[in-house]
């Protein structure tokens, strides 16, 4: 090896399999990169040069594989000293090229490898919580927390997500009205920040830091360890579906069930969700799960208002102790609900396979060749006051019938989001999240569905309906102040203390890299 000491800099050129990397970064490379699992491989580079988006390309330099905080820090430290860009992936799930590096001149340190130790996911059944190393995957959580009897409170929709992936974004799925995002409910977090320190901090402890990087968007530090609550785990889930043919009454019900947050587990569902259904083959699709679509539902036969149903989804938790009562306490809360009568439709099931479901429809779609395509998802936070006006202009108006994948809606309870995380929401204190969550298996579908996209966002521009994105993505530096709002001078600032150099998830295009200027 040789030492070079320019610049105030102590570099050391590693051998020959790290050599590419010199030349492509165009600087030695320092020690603190030894022994981190460092790769200039082709095809771990092109494994890390795509996202679930598969809407843009990375072209990072060289990808690191640690299996220590230790190790992140060291290589977040080299890339601080040498002024070179990082970014964590955890599983790869964003959309437009969010954990992707952009630039030639950077590492992604892949936070989802098998290089971590064993004690990668600790329980604590007295304390009732869970430490996760970052970027294990939910799923793997909720095998580990199940041995004790014992469960994370919020969830996401799709378990193979990364632990530090949603708890930088924010982690929403239908128990968020009770329990709040994934965010409201971890205790404390060790953090490699922008300047290579790993700092442990929580609500008590470095409390600006744990604020930060909760909903973060990756930009003030990578989460290598979170502490999560957990709760004791019910066995089995009576999971229902009902329709309704008029949006006021859908709003209506799903804003009264998300109200009972709080009340005993009796007297409220667990589970608040829906979704649009705006063609014929969905409405079948709306009811696979749960029975088989031998007699065809039609759309026109449920008068729906404006050729458009909704439907609603809530579950039920229990274990066989209980069992006897379930039926009861389900059929009370039904009965002050608005659906139509004839379209309950209802299944029971094990915890995990509930929580677990979207995992089986992958499934289906990989074997089909039909997961790996483009996925150009919009995902809104719609304040309640203008979603009605949503409803006329969107659903009713610039959706068509091609809809090319399932359509989220569900209100969520503003005081269950803690504002000083770095998450920003509508103002008011119930907001719905509506999600295009649609596939493109052709250029032409991806055109037109993008370009739907475009007018969705311009219909909420002209007719000042003040949406929030969520896992945002903006190409412009006023789009990314106009999003934070008040909170923009908060973030900056933050941004200043913790990642100074502007290192960290270049890829979400909120600050132009540029390695001879801090901020």
């Given at each position: 090896?040789?030492?070079?000491?320019?610049?105030?800099?102590?570099?050391?050129?590693?051998?020959?399999?790290?050599?590419?990397?010199?030349?492509?970064?165009?600087?030695?490379?320092?020690?603190?990169?030894?022994?981190?699992?460092?790769?200039?491989?082709?095809?771990?580079?092109?494994?890390?040069?795509?996202?679930?988006?598969?809407?843009?390309?990375?072209?990072?330099?060289?990808?690191?594989?640690?299996?220590?905080?230790?190790?992140?820090?060291?290589?977040?430290?080299?890339?601080?000293?040498?002024?070179?860009?990082?970014?964590?992936?955890?599983?790869?799930?964003?959309?437009?090229?969010?954990?992707?590096?952009?630039?030639?001149?950077?590492?992604?340190?892949?936070?989802?490898?098998?290089?971590?130790?064993?004690?990668?996911?600790?329980?604590?059944?007295?304390?009732?919580?869970?430490?996760?190393?970052?970027?294990?995957?939910?799923?793997?959580?909720?095998?580990?927390?199940?041995?004790?009897?014992?469960?994370?409170?919020?969830?996401?929709?799709?378990?193979?997500?990364?632990?530090?992936?949603?708890?930088?974004?924010?982690?929403?799925?239908?128990?968020?009205?009770?329990?709040?995002?994934?965010?409201?409910?971890?205790?404390?977090?060790?953090?490699?920040?922008?300047?290579?320190?790993?700092?442990?901090?929580?609500?008590?402890?470095?409390?600006?830091?744990?604020?930060?990087?909760?909903?973060?968007?990756?930009?003030?530090?990578?989460?290598?360890?979170?502490?999560?609550?957990?709760?004791?785990?019910?066995?089995?889930?009576?999971?229902?579906?009902?329709?309704?043919?008029?949006?006021?009454?859908?709003?209506?019900?799903?804003?009264?069930?998300?109200?009972?947050?709080?009340?005993?587990?009796?007297?409220?569902?667990?589970?608040?969700?829906?979704?649009?259904?705006?063609?014929?083959?969905?409405?079948?699709?709306?009811?696979?799960?749960?029975?088989?679509?031998?007699?065809?539902?039609?759309?026109?036969?449920?008068?729906?208002?404006?050729?458009?149903?909704?439907?609603?989804?809530?579950?039920?938790?229990?274990?066989?102790?209980?069992?006897?009562?379930?039926?009861?306490?389900?059929?009370?809360?039904?009965?002050?609900?608005?659906?139509?009568?004839?379209?309950?439709?209802?299944?029971?099931?094990?915890?995990?396979?509930?929580?677990?479901?979207?995992?089986?429809?992958?499934?289906?779609?990989?074997?089909?060749?039909?997961?790996?395509?483009?996925?150009?998802?919009?995902?809104?936070?719609?304040?309640?006051?203008?979603?009605?006006?949503?409803?006329?202009?969107?659903?009713?108006?610039?959706?068509?019938?091609?809809?090319?994948?399932?359509?989220?809606?569900?209100?969520?309870?503003?005081?269950?989001?803690?504002?000083?995380?770095?998450?920003?929401?509508?103002?008011?204190?119930?907001?719905?999240?509506?999600?295009?969550?649609?596939?493109?298996?052709?250029?032409?579908?991806?055109?037109?569905?993008?370009?739907?996209?475009?007018?969705?966002?311009?219909?909420?521009?002209d007719s000042e309906i003040k949406v929030k994105q969520y896992l945002p993505h903006y190409t412009t530096h006023q789009e990314w102040m106009d999003h934070f709002g008040d909170k923009w001078t908060q973030f900056?600032?933050?941004?200043?203390?913790?990642?100074?150099?502007?290192?960290?998830?270049?890829?979400?295009?909120?600050?132009?890299?540029?390695?001879?200027?801090?901020?």
């Amino acid at each position: 090896m040789a030492f070079n000491n320019n610049n105030n800099n102590k570099y050391v050129l590693l051998t020959f399999a790290v050599c590419p990397l010199i030349v492509a970064v165009g600087l030695t490379v320092v020690p603190e990169l030894v022994d981190v699992g460092l790769s200039v491989e082709r095809r771990k580079l092109e494994a890390v040069s795509v996202d679930f988006g598969r809407l843009s390309k990375g072209e990072a330099a060289a990808v690191a594989h640690p299996g220590t905080a230790e190790e992140v820090a060291r290589v977040v430290k080299a890339a601080f000293e040498a002024r070179f860009p990082v970014s964590a992936r955890g599983h790869g799930h964003s959309i437009n090229g969010q954990a992707l590096i952009r630039e030639k001149k950077g590492v992604v340190i892949e936070m989802g490898g098998q290089n971590q130790n064993d004690n990668s996911i600790r329980v604590f059944e007295k304390g009732m919580y869970v430490d996760v190393w970052g970027g294990k995957l939910w799923i793997e959580v909720l095998s580990a927390t199940l041995e004790y009897g014992l469960a994370p409170m919020s969830w996401t929709d799709y378990l193979y997500l990364s632990v530090g992936g949603t708890l930088s974004n924010a982690g929403i799925s239908g128990q968020t009205f009770n329990h709040g995002p994934q965010i409201t409910n971890v205790y404390e977090l060790d953090v490699v920040t922008g300047k290579g320190e790993l700092v442990t901090c929580s609500e008590d402890r470095n409390a600006e830091l744990f604020h930060a990087v909760l909903g973060g968007l990756g930009q003030f530090g990578i989460i290598t360890r979170a502490r999560i609550a957990l709760e004791p785990a019910p066995q089995r889930v009576r999971w229902i579906r009902v329709l309704y043919s008029n949006f006021a009454r859908f709003c209506k019900d799903q804003e009264y069930l998300i109200s009972l947050h709080g009340k005993p587990e009796k007297e409220r569902f667990d589970y608040v969700e829906g979704f649009v259904i705006v063609d014929e083959g969905l409405i079948n699709n709306w009811r696979s799960s749960f029975f088989s679509a031998s007699n065809p539902v039609k759309i026109t036969s449920l008068n729906a208002d404006g050729g458009v149903l909704y439907c609603l989804e809530i579950t039920k938790n229990y274990n066989q102790a209980n069992a006897d009562s379930l039926e009861e306490e389900i059929q009370s809360l039904l009965k002050k609900l608005d659906f139509i009568p004839t379209s309950v439709f209802t299944t029971d099931l094990p915890y995990v396979d509930f929580l677990d479901r979207v995992h089986k429809a992958e499934l289906k779609l990989r074997s089909k060749g039909l997961w790996d395509v483009p996925h150009p998802w919009l995902n809104l936070f719609v304040p309640k006051s203008r979603i009605a006006d949503f409803d006329k202009g969107v659903f009713k108006g610039i959706l068509g019938n091609k809809t090319s994948g399932p359509i989220l809606i569900y209100p969520m309870n503003k005081n269950k989001w803690d504002q000083r995380s770095s998450v920003v929401t509508p103002e008011e204190d119930v907001f719905y999240l509506v999600a295009f969550l649609r596939s493109a298996l052709d250029t032409e579908t991806l055109e037109y569905l993008s370009n739907e996209n475009r007018q969705i966002l311009r219909f909420c521009h002209d007719s000042e309906i003040k949406v929030k994105q969520y896992l945002p993505h903006y190409t412009t530096h006023q789009e990314w102040m106009d999003h934070f709002g008040d909170k923009w001078t908060q973030f900056i600032a933050r941004k200043m203390q913790f990642d100074p150099r502007q290192i960290l998830a270049t890829g979400q295009q909120i600050f132009q890299f540029d390695p001879l200027t801090d901020m």
